[in-house]
């Protein structure tokens, strides 16, 4: 069973920087793709950002420019650096995993870190 758990959450003004780390309980290059995702109060969960195996990334227009995922094969770990954060960063951000088994895509997810940006 894949765990993934979350950390590095917390208060911050804006301006300011988190760094949030998922640390896998399995290599994280055995899954097709990695990243993060976030749920604001009332609002559905969307993509931050996502790495493949190969090192592609895909962030979202919101997030370009400011956060910046990474990932450390010794540790298993993925990182998310976020930079200059903004009251609507304000969510919890959740690492997901996936796997691609005969195109049939499996995800795991992390219990969730909170991130609060205060104005």
Known sequence: QVQLVESGGGLVRAGGSLR?????????????????????PGKKRELVVTITSGGSTNYADSVKGRFTISRDSAKNTVYLQMNSLKPEDTAVYYCNAREVIFRLAYDYWGQGTQVTVSS
């Open 20 to 40: 949030l780390s998922c640390a896998s309980s399995g290599s994280i290059f055995s899954f097709d793709a990695m990243g993060w995702y976030r749920q604001a």
